[in-house]
Each structure stands twice: as structure tokens, then as C-alpha cells.
């Protein structure tokens, strides 16, 4: 155990990490892909070893299920899982590596300052009793507006890929010569 960690969870942030960074950096996009798959199932785990089943299965249903299947769908529809030909930086990335400096740095120090003073001798405090019915009520009830709103996102994002998969027609612009096969001859 290292600072209280078991080996078990440092095995799963490391496979996450690993997963999000070959997501990031890796080239093709199929890789990207599956390397997203592995850092979703990574969340998941780190999910059911906290005790939030839920959440875990959750992930596991919505995101491995639903999310990475659809974005390898739309990557294989969209003829962009081949290797790209320009360059894997572009010329933004020391502003891209400031941002995310500067949000990793916001998010470690809003997780230090949530820590009790002294973890050892703090008890923790009771967590509710939260069942996936009452979940359920919650978002039929208090938070259905938001459910409606995650329903439309959701509906625009697949009605935008399907027309990024629709393949391109090429229309005869007004005035243009179609016979430009008899007018280059001559006839």
C-alpha cells in the first residue's frame, strides 16, 4: 500500500490514465477510440471499488455501452479512421498545455481543500441510503428538466453525425456547361 492506496486502485488509475493519455496522443483514430473504451471501463472500476455500484454500472451501460460504440460507428461511417496527414501538434499546444496545467492545478487544489484536517483521526460521515428507485424518482420529479435537456443534447449530437456521414453530393452549379465533354471536342 502506498499512502494508503491499495494495489488494486493503483493498477486501475494507472490502466486509466494510461488509456486517456493513448486517447489523446495516439494518432489513428480507431485506437483513439478503444483507448476511450479503456479509460471508461477504468471509471467504472474506480466507481465499484468506492462503493457507488450505480454510478459504476452506469458507466459501464452508458458510456461503454452507448457512447464508445457510437463514436466508432461514427468514425468508421465518416471515412476518418485512417492516419491523418498533417502533423500530431499543432501550433496552439503550449496554450492547450497552459489551460490544462492550470485546470489539473484548480482540480487538486479543490480535492486538498475538501480533505478533513487530519484523515486518520476524522470519522467519516454516515452516507445516505440512495437506491436506484429513488434515483429514478428524482429524475422523473426534481431533475426532469435537466433529463429533457441530456435528451435534446444527445438527439442533436447523433443528428449531427448523420449528417456528417452523408456522403457529399455534388450539384451542377447554375449556368455551368454539363456537355463539357462535346464543348472540349469541338462538336
Known amino acids: 500500500m502506498i499512502f494508503g492506496l491499495s494495489a488494486v486502485f493503483l493498477l486501475t488509475a494507472a490502466l486509466t490514465v494510461a488509456g486517456a493519455l493513448a486517447a489523446a496522443l495516439l494518432k489513428n483514430l480507431v485506437h483513439c477510440a478503444l483507448s476511450l473504451t479503456v479509460t471508461f471501463a477504468g471509471l467504472a472500476l474506480l466507481y465499484l471499488q468506492l462503493d457507488a455500484q450505480f454510478a459504476g454500472f452506469s ?5 461503454i455501452g452507448a457512447v464508445a460504440i457510437l463514436v466508432v460507428f461514427a468514425i468508421l461511417l465518416t471515412r476518418g479512421a485512417g492516419i ?3 502533423r500530431g501538434f499543432s501550433s496552439s499546444w503550449l496554450a492547450c498545455l497552459v489551460i490544462a496545467a492550470a485546470v489539473f492545478a484548480l482540480l487538486a487544489w479543490s480535492v486538498i481543500r475538501s480533505l478533513p ?3 486518520a483521526t476524522s470519522v467519516a460521515p454516515a452516507v445516505p441510503a440512495v ?3 429513488s434515483i429514478g424518482a428524482a429524475l422523473m420529479s426534481t431533475y426532469v428538466l435537466p ?3 441530456v435528451a435534446v443534447v444527445l438527439t442533436v449530437a447523433l443528428i449531427g453525425a448523420v449528417i456528417v456521414a ?6 451542377p452549379r447554375i449556368g455551368a456547361d454539363t456537355s463539357g465533354a462535346e464543348t472540349s471536342s469541338g462538336k
Open 59 to 63: 458507466q459501464i451501460l452508458v458510456y
Open 147 to 149: 433529463l429533457e435537456i
Open 131 to 133: 437506491s436506484v428507485q
Open 117 to 119: 484536517a487530519n484523515i
Open 84 to 86: 491523418p496527414e498533417y
Open 166 to 171: 452523408m456522403p457529399e453530393t455534388r450539384t
